[in-house]
């Protein structure tokens, strides 16, 4: 039995991510939340969505151009998705903006944040307008004109742009376009004096400029202009694609080019159709390409509202949240012999990562380690991490770091700080070709008096301190003596010392990682089809393999219960009759990103848990090189079990998949439970508790 | 403060290139520390062209730096590395070796079949310590390697007889290759190739009812992995599971039974021969069930290194592989032992006035036992034929240099003295000759000693006196011939080591020296 052909039971992943994103945007709806919290949110649905057209659209119109015509297994052809896309995306877009107007901006308002229209300003504001544009704008705008001697230019990706048409006589237009770029380097949002009886009272950069745009243009008559933003297509070297045979078939047919093709126009809505039809033509785009924008093109500029304006009032924030550190960890000294006692389980961003800092610091100080393996594959800019493996390097430790250079758009980040540690002994490996590093593993070899350690540390989330307070990850620290030898085992693959060996916990992408979940899936099914129990819940970014989703679909006709917590892309349709009535999704987009990857089985009462750095797509079971690896310590796993519990009874914050394939929020009834701010809650209490206990001892 | 040793054990082999760092303790406790292997096929190359080509060495250098680099990490104080079949019979092994020692510094040690099954060996006593000793229980052991295949016959607390057989699961592939596309039933060609191969084997070892049957190396271990999924715990499966699996592999297409057994697809060409040999072989013996052992040559080196007293069980083990040769060849045991032991006693006394050194008295110990096995084969041209025997005998743990050392000393030990150039036209260098010629010259005399091989001399001592090497005996039979014998070859004893022998032997008390 297989239902890989069936196409009514697979949700295209382009359309599901889109759903995803509308699961955001309901966060910048959820009026409950402080307003800058949820400008926020609109900024994080406007970046997405331009990641989105650079990655996702700009593949499938690869495919396109490239002629592949192959299905997906929704049943959809590259063409298709792309309609698909555009359709979806116009209406969000126009909802988006719909609410930015009439919500936002207004409840902004009522906050006293004044976002001021051009046709607003009064006579002192254009004087000081004038006054700023000529000593702070001017000098670095650079007008580019079109015309017969000089080509259309190079609109980089994701700059806003002002667009001018410019009376000409000699003309057989009697027109001539040209271009001005919106500096970067220059504030998006400049504060004027304040009007009426708001505190705070901002322009746009862009209207500041359109407002003077004729002063670029000396002598001449503008007729028009207007704010237009592009998206192109990413370096086509550090996408992904799914299939390999794919990414070949593309490669092939697509000619050397240095720069991405535009995959979106964003025009401001009412511009003039002449403009419209000129960038079109020019940056070879068609009609459902160009996004017309009711409001302000570019919303990430929200991103910078909270610090912009230094607000003192906590009530338009959230409280900001402390990571607690983990009461086994507490004021301990040595955290090897921590350790030694026991493993040690991390619940960031509820869990502080400055443990995981201090272990490698530690390390890096410590005369008996001989030796520290890092994969590294987002860090932040200025890491303690890369701190202490440098400074180890330079005590003569062996250090080893595997730095992946594939991460999406960090990579001159992440080639500048390679660099560096080069310079002081590290040996650096620059990822696998082919295969991008996503595994997130640390191992530390001591010379103890008795024996070699190895102690470990291994993630669902990167090595990065930054991040590690806005997503949610678990990691684990052990001296495990097999999960040690694993570790030495993959540090040696990955150099290319070794070929990979067998494991004895650890189990990795590509080499057994597919195999092992169709393993423990059968398992199950196994298990159900005896009349057994049998139960599956996986807590995951991501689900798109068709292989997997057919064996969930087979678990759920063999009574096997499957609970899935997915945040993103879910290409899989619960609930249908006779295929997944088991199966039960459900999604929590809440203030920290989802990030943990947990898989539970049920095992005949023999639970198994596993954490893991992959996802269900692909890329990450064929194509990455990604670590599953067992969570044994009773404790651990109890805890484990609470967290998923957690999250399987969260009403506040969860949606659930409806067999249509669309999520709902669940009608609260009973205790309403936030898992996010549960957990939260629940670290605090933890930490409380130990101290409490702490000083009742002393007494 | 810390307590442990650390421990590299590199093995140079013909599919790839392994090492083992271990951590022994002050208990002798031992525990992996890193494993890694790199393929690199020089049995590809030896095989094929009998050389190993310059980008394969370099590879391999490559290869050898980077396992330095682990080494350096534990900062580990002694190693050993060797190199099997693919290294050693490659034409240009010597630049190989040169070329590992100038790029990475490590020494490499060619080895033979006996060396390795040597180290097998001693890795395999300390895997069975805890559950008692094969050798008592008789024991057939199989040694799988990509080159070669060892067997080796333990029964009566000794190794009886060891085979080195050219079906290594790498080079029937070599050998193969061109003919698998010729034939559907590629299983058949490759059983009938290693039938002809092991047929003087199979004569040796059927009749023998050995209840033990111990398979080691190649894809022994995956072997042992399916049997372990199918529940069998310790790596053992009975003859009749064995035979299910065999018969499936034999059966069905390769791909298919493959996929069905989970084995890797980059295995199946050394997959099939592992099984057509095990199957062969356990027939030859009454065994039920076979030990699939993972233990390696790399395991041996550690424990021959690191745990074991090696003279005890080197010594044991080489002189009972050089009785195993003397049965064989219908040796007379009590002479050979005589004058094993007078050769012995002569090679004491004489240490410390000879230069000579403790290992080379093993290489006496075993000429001595091992001079006289060419009789056998032709009486006219006996030591000829003795020496022909040797070399081409394996003797555990001991090198191909020494095995040719031990044929010369066997072979001149019954000829007139050899000059030297005689000896230098055998190929050995200046210490080895003078080695040779010594330890000939002692063997010649012990050897005239027992002369009428009715062990009628009775050693009482022997001592170095002034210019004199005076031996002391006791008979209560007629030594006439004995005597004789001795008075012989002692003119050319004296001129190899300066002194004089002198032999005593009356009846039990009065002994006059003659």
Known sequence: ?????????????????????????????????????????????????????????????????????????????????LSKIAEKVHAMVHEHYLYYQKALDEELKRHKYHMIAKEDLDADDMRSLEHFFDESIYPVLTPMAVDSSRPFPLISNKSLNIGVLIEDANDHDGMYFATVQVPSILPRMIRIKTHKEFKYTYILLEDV????????????????SHPYRITRSGDFNLREEDADDLLREIEKSLKLRKWGEVTRLEIKAGSDQRLIDLLMKELHITEQDVYEINGPLDLTFLFKVPQLVKMKSEKLLDKPHHPQIPSDLYQVEDIFKAIQEKDMLLHHPFDSFEPVIDFIQKASDDPDVLAIKQTLYRVSGDSPIIRALAEAAERGKQVTVLVELKARFDEENNINWAKRLEKTGCHVIYGIVGLKTHSKITLVVRKEKDRIRRYVHLGTGNYNDETAKLYTDLGMLTCNEYIGADASAFFNMLSGYSEPIDMYKLILAPINLRESFMAFIEREIHQAKKGQEAHIIMKINALVDPEIIDALYRASVAGVKVDLIIRGINCLRSGIKGVSDNIHVRSIVGKFLEHTRIF?????????????????????????????????????????????????????KARVQNPDGGYDRLEPHGERINSQEYLCDLSKLAFRTHVEDLVSLLQ | MTKIKLYAALDVGSNS??????????????????????????????????????????????????????????????????????????DNRDIVLDLIKQKTGFEVQLINGAEEKHFTYLALEEKFKPTGDFREEGAVVLDIGAGSVEVSLFYNNQ??????????????????????RLTIDYPKLLADFIDAQIFDVRNDI????????????????????????????????????????????????????????????????????????????????????????????????VAHDCLIDEKTILLRDVLDSAWGIVNKYNGNRKHLNHVCDLADALFKELKQVSGLKERDRLLLNLSSILHEVGTYISVMDMWKATYDVIMYSDLIGISDEEIHMIAAIAKYSGEHSPSYQAVADKGFDEQSRIRVKKLSAILSLANAMDRSKGKKLKLKSVNLKKSELRIKCTSDKETLLEEWAFQRRSERFYDVFGYIPKLQCKGDEDVVFK
């Open chain 1, 600 to 652: 539970y089985f049920y095992n005949g009462g023999k639970e198994e848990i596993y954490l893991s750095s992959a996802d269900l797509m692909q890329r990450n079971l064929d194509r990455r090189i990604e670590i599953l690896f067992p969570v044994e310590s009773v404790n651990m796993k109890k805890r484990i079990n609470e967290i998923l519990d957690i999250y399987m009874r969260d009403n506040v």
């Open chain 2, 159 to 180: 190794i009886q007889r060891t085979y080195s057989i050219q079906t290594g699961v790498l080079r029937l592939k070599e050998i193969l290759n061109d003919l698998e």
């Open chain 2, 206 to 301: 059927a009749g023998l009812e050995i209840e033990n049957f111990i398979a080691i190396g190649g894809e022994v271990v995956q072997l042992r992995q399916l049997c372990t999924l199918k529940g069998n715990e310790d790596g053992q499966i009975n003859k009749d599971e064995f035979n299910a699996i065999y018969g499936d592999f034999l059966r069905y297409p390769l791909p298919k039974v493959m996929r069905q057994y989970g084995v890797r697809s980059d295995n199946a060409d050394h997959f099939l021969p592992t099984l057509i040999l095990i199957q062969r072989f356990i027939d030859m013996t009454a065994a039920e069930r076979i030990i699939l052992s993972n233990v390696s040559l790399r395991d041996g080196m």
């Open chain 1, 1 to 81: 039995m297989s239902f890989l052909n069936n196409q009514d039971l697979f949700i295209n992943r382009e359309l599901s991510w889109l759903q995803f994103n509308q699961r955001v945007f309901e966060e910048v709806q959820d009026m409950s939340l402080p307003i800058f919290e949820r400008l926020k949110y609109q900024a994080i649905v406007s970046s997405n969505l331009d990641e989105f057209f650079m990655v996702r659209v700009a593949s499938l119109k690869d495919q396109v151009n490239a002629g592949i015509d192959k299905v997906d297994p929704s049943g959809m052809n590259p063409q298709k998705q």
């Open chain 2, 17 to 90: 290139i392994k090492m083992k760092v271990v951590s022994v303790d002050e208990n002798n406790q031992v525990s992996i520390i890193e494993e890694l292997r790199k393929n690199i096929a020089l049995g590809k190359d030896t095989f094929n062209y009998n050389r190993i080509r310059t980008e394969t060495m370099l590879k391999l250098c490559d290869t050898l730096n980077d396992f330095r680099k682990i080494m350096d990490m534990y900062q580990v104080e002694k190693y050993r590395a060797v190199a099997t079949s693919a290294l050693r019979e490659s």
């Open chain 1, 209 to 224: 400029i359109e407002l003077f745009i004729h002063r670029l243009f000396y002598g001449k008559t503008v007729i028009l």
